[in-house]
């Protein structure tokens, strides 16, 4: 488990530091019989098999779950959110691409709450008292016409993100709007921790757990951990009362193959780090792109393999804020409608746009159809709500 024998690789002063969360905390379901090999944690940027970092992973047979531990269904999943996938080995498929088949994928939220204030020209939102970045990345959900200026003040949001600890803002992977909600939930690092009175902070939220019973507060408690409040959905003088509240570190147990992107959430040196919650042994790792810029709040990409939950890093990447900007999206599937006029077809949810400069191989916009397999890449619109295609490939 993610809590234990983190010493071996770090100092105890790192150790309250680098245990943070992941998405809910997923473990295996096992349902599948398939060899419980490789591990991969990010944002989802495609669709056709499920594709977290790159690698493609094939959803038919995943145990599929929340973070609350609800169970969903593949097509629960969508473009944009953050996700923790476990599959059988990493091979490479007909395409050639890196691939796995799913045992299980458990999908989060940071944020779900209202809307406090939205700047347009800054592209923040403010959310449970927390700074939301939208960056050309972020998907925003197709029945947010226009993308963000769709919100007002008062409008509750699911935000996937990833925190930047440098700052305290959520970079948003994906904000969709949430109906029927009950609670609203924060997931973020503790400060300001008063086992008094019981309460502590996220960011510039005030949380009160006075309430729950002991054996509802995670013995993990303290400042410097991820948790994952689910709050009521009304302050009381200002401050959050929890319903619900859970460790954010994940149960990463262990894997020979494991592939983490994220913001580094905690920093003591090239060699001892972690990224969005997971802690990362790198003395022995390369750093094909050097080592320049690592530190809090930078986005890598690490690729190693798991020991006593510890990511045990062969190879770190740093990804600098332009090749994340300038990364495509690919979904393959079927076309469930399209309108020739709009020019816009529907894939795996997702809304795809082929009015501009399209590359199109083994057909043309005239092949299109209900009913075709296709894969689209391309980035998203200005708005973040639908994919403009670049290439689209006609499949069989």
Known sequence: MFRIRLSMFLGVPMLAAVLAAG????????????????????????????????????????????????????????????????????????????????????????????????????????????????????VIDTSLAGGQAALAVGDVVEVYAQLDASNGHYDATRIERATGVTAFVVRGIVAGLDTTARTFSIGATRIAYAGLAASGVPASLANGRFVRAVVAVAPVSGVWTVVRLSDGAPAIDDRPEANVKGLVSAFASNASFGVNGTAVDARSATFPAGTTGLGLGARVEVEGAVVAGVLVAAKVTIVSDNEESGRDFDVRGVIASIDTVAKLFVVRDVSVSYAGAVDFRDGTAVDLAVGKQVEARGRLTADGTKLMATRIDFRR
Do not use: K, W
């Open 23 to 138: 998405c809910g905390g997923g473990v295996d379901s096992g349902g599948t019989g398939s060899p419980q090999v490789a591990f991969a944690s990010g944002p989802i940027t495609g669709f056709g098999s499920v594709i977290v970092n790159g690698v493609h992973f094939d959803d038919l047979s995943a145990a599929v779950s929340d973070a609350d531990g609800n169970a969903r269904t593949r097509d629960d999943l969508r473009l944009g959110m953050t996700a923790e996938v476990r599959g059988s080995a990493i091979g490479t498929d007909s395409d050639g691409h890196p691939a796995s088949a799913a045992t299980s994928i458990v999908y989060g939220s940071e944020l779900r709450g209202p809307v406090a204030a939205s700047d347009l020209a800054a592209r923040t939102l403010t959310v449970l008292g927390q700074t939301v970045d939208i960056a050309t990345t972020t």
